[in-house]
Nanobody, 122 residues
Framework: QVQLVESGGGLVQAGGSLRLSCAAS????????MGWYRQVPGNQRELVAS???????NYADSVKGRFTISRDNAKNTVYLQMNSLKPEDTAVYYC????????????????WGQGTQVTVSS
């Protein structure tokens, strides 16, 4: 029962750009904030960027000024425009959103999709 499908990753040279897409169900986009996360093997997933249901955004310090998160509610899709890519950006990128469960916001461990690989060469 996949609810989120990432796409758009690939191999790019340092300084290049990629645009990631995350297709979601309409119910997810009705009232949820969305986030882009990334993970390098052996490391924890980190939140890269987030966007609320009303369009407010936040970014990790490491990507500020280079990445832009956006959402198209008509298409039920969230995007991550990545510019000025660096080798340090190499990771698997995932989209997801927090759920309110037992009065806490959580992301279930089994809710993660396959992600999309971004590889930046030097």
């Amino acid at each position: 029962q996949v609810q989120l499908v990432e796409s758009g990753g690939g191999l790019v040279q340092a300084g290049g750009s990629l645009r990631l897409s995350c297709a979601a169900s309409r119910s997810i986009f009705s009232s949820n904030a969305m986030g882009w996360y990334r993970q390098v093997p052996g490391n924890q997933r980190e939140l890269v960027a987030s966007i609320t249901s009303t369009g407010n955004t936040n970014y990790a310090d490491s990507v500020k000024g280079r990445f832009t998160i956006s959402r198209d509610n008509a298409k039920n899709t969230v995007y991550l425009q990545m510019n000025s890519l660096k080798p340090e950006d190499t990771a698997v990128y995932y989209c997801n959103y927090p759920r309110l469960s037992s009065r806490e916001w959580v992301i279930p461990h089994d809710s993660w999709g396959q992600g999309t690989q971004v590889t930046v060469s030097s």
